[in-house]
Structure formats: C-alpha cells, structure tokens
C-alpha cells in the first residue's frame, strides 16, 4: 500500500481552481502521458460520474476508470481510480487561503498483483515527485489561464477554410 500527500497553494480563488479542476478539457494540459479524457457516465464533480482516462506511456496505451463516490462540492473529492495494474483512492481539498486557494491531494493505493503489491511501495519517492509535478503544472496553468489552458479554444473561427 501506497499513502502519501501533497499540496499547493495556488494563486487563484477556490470557484476558478475547482472549475478548472473538474475541466475535462484541462487534464490534458497538465496529467503526463493522458491522451484523453472520456466522460462516460454523469458530469464531472457530481457523485456517480465516471470516466475513463487513456493514457500512452513509453509507445504503450492503458486506461484507467475514475469513479466519484463521495463529494461536498467545491471543497472535498474523493475518486476511486482502477486500472489493469492498480486500485487508488485520491481524496481532493480545497480550502480558501486569503484569495488564494489550497490545493490538497491524498493518493492511496496498491498494485493488484502480488508482484505490483511489492513494487509499488518501492517506487513511492518517484511517484510522489510525479504527482508534485502534475500538481505544479496545474498551478502555474491556473495561475496563468484561469479556468481554461487550451489558449486557443477562442481563436477558433466559425469559419473554416
């Protein structure tokens, strides 16, 4: 089993952190290796909603499915993430700092082999330097875009050539 915590303070109220949070359009932006984000079942932040994540990793493609079971909109998630390779809870805070906003995140889970179930724990210093940097990419993305990254989605004329 796997247990670690990591935060941010971003510079941003809470309402424009979240929205740009549960974004599906944004998780590109800022989760390396995630080619797509596919809502397949409710909306994104409301309990029930499920979605699956495709991701490419070294020329190899896997999905992971991303469940919301609990939820106190605008403030606490708690998602159940499960793949071929691993099951996680990750639980998201948001709390209001001044202006600011923190940025919570507590990840636990384990492989679902008994193989995985040993490496995983091994490999915690490197997964914890990977979610900081997810979740420093979306701070700078936040702090500079708002709510949405893709910079171009307003120069995309109505007209086509």
């Excluded at 889970?109 to 990977?130: C, D, E, Y």
């Excluded at 936040?142 to 004329?157: D, T």
Aim: net charge positive.
């Amino acid at each position: 089993m796997v247990d670690f915590i990591i935060r941010e303070i971003i510079n941003q109220p809470r309402d424009i952190v979240i929205k740009a949070f549960l974004n599906p359009a944004n998780m590109i932006f800022w989760t390396k290796d995630l080619e797509k984000f596919e809502v397949i079942a409710g909306k994104p932040g409301e309990i029930g909603s499920i979605a699956y994540l495709h991701y490419r990793q070294n020329n190899k493609r896997y999905k992971m499915r991303d469940e919301l079971i609990e939820c106190n909109p605008g403030f606490r998630y708690l998602s159940r993430v499960t793949g071929d390779t691993i099951t996680a809870t990750v639980e998201t805070y948001l709390k209001d700092v001044g202006n600011d906003t923190e940025l919570t995140i507590h990840w636990t889970g384990s492989g679902n082999s008994f193989l995985l179930k040993i490496i995983l724990p091994l490999s915690k210093r490197k997964m914890i330097h990977q979610a900081k940097n997810k979740l420093k990419t979306f701070k700078d993305l936040v702090e500079k875009r708002g709510v949405h990254f893709n910079i171009f989605v307003h120069k995309i004329s109505k007209y086509t050539l």
